[in-house]
Structure formats: C-alpha cells, structure tokens
C-alpha cells in the first residue's frame, strides 16, 4: 500500500538544520502517526511522502514556504509588561496565546525583556528555515471514516478522544 489521500502514516524521523544539528528525532520513541492530505505535517514533506510505501527510505530538504514559512517582521511586537495582567514573573521563552492580525489565534513567544517592554514573537520557532528530514516509511493503513471525518489518526501514536 502508498502514502496517498485518507492513508494512516507511520513515520520514523530525524530532522536537522542547515548547520546538521538535530532539532527533533522519533528515535527512541514512537514513530509519528499521521493523516496524509490533512495537513496534519508540514506540506514539503507531505508531498515528499506521497506514493512512498512501508520500507521506503528517503531524505528531503524542504524550504521554508513549504514548512513553517518565511520569518515575518510583522509578527514580532513590543507590548508593556502591563498587557500581561496575572502573570508572576515574565521571562524570556514563555508562550502565550494572542489574536494575530488575521484575527485567528497564534501562539507568540517573549523574546526580550527590557524594564516594562515586552518583545513578543508570533512567528513558529522555525519559521524561515530550510529543514531537512530523514525518514522512513514503517506502516500504511486506511484511515477509518472517523479519523478522515476527524481530520486526525486515532489511537497508538494518533489522537486521543
């Protein structure tokens, strides 16, 4: 069976950065389990994976408007430490939930803290970065009406209702 639309995916992964440092590895873990066509994973590597099947080995760089997209200036921000209202203590690398320009919810990040500003980033961490994968294929099964209904797998490894 291929990777195709409403497919089960299981992967083992190892992802690196341009510089080979590893950012995130399955390795030790579970595999990752996802729903081809459901946006599930980052869109360059989706469509690297179609038509693979179990077994299949392959490695794909994949540039930043086909993963987490290009780092906007725009989502950067300087707020008053006021605009934080129940929060003890601010601290750099604490994430909180915020409406974006678009009025959808993100999640913006504090980069800085300068007296009573705020630097806040809403931009993904690797947003702007071209990201290679390692990957191999280790199962493919038909997605369930639920899960294609759900948009997500369920079960070991999936989504838990």
Known sequence: MTIAANK?????????NDAG??????????????LQGAGNIIPGLEKALE??????ELKVTV???????????????TLSSS???????????????????DGQMQIVTIRDLDGDD??????HPLAGQRLTFEVKVVDVRDASEEEVAHGHVHGEGGHQH
């Open 83 to 101: 605009m934080f209202e129940g929060v003890d203590q601010l601290e750099v690398g604490m994430q909180f939930h915020a409406s974006a320009p």
């Open 63 to 77: 540039e930043p408007q086909d993963a987490y997209g290009e780092y906007s200036a725009e989502l950067v921000s």
């Open 118 to 123: 705020v630097t806040v980033d809403g931009n």
């Open 21 to 34: 440092e590893v950012i995130d590895s399955s390795a030790g873990g579970a595999p990752l389990v996802y």
């Open 8 to 16: 089960a995916v299981s992967i083992e992964y190892t992802l690196t």
């Open 51 to 56: 038509g693979k099947a179990v077994g299949d």
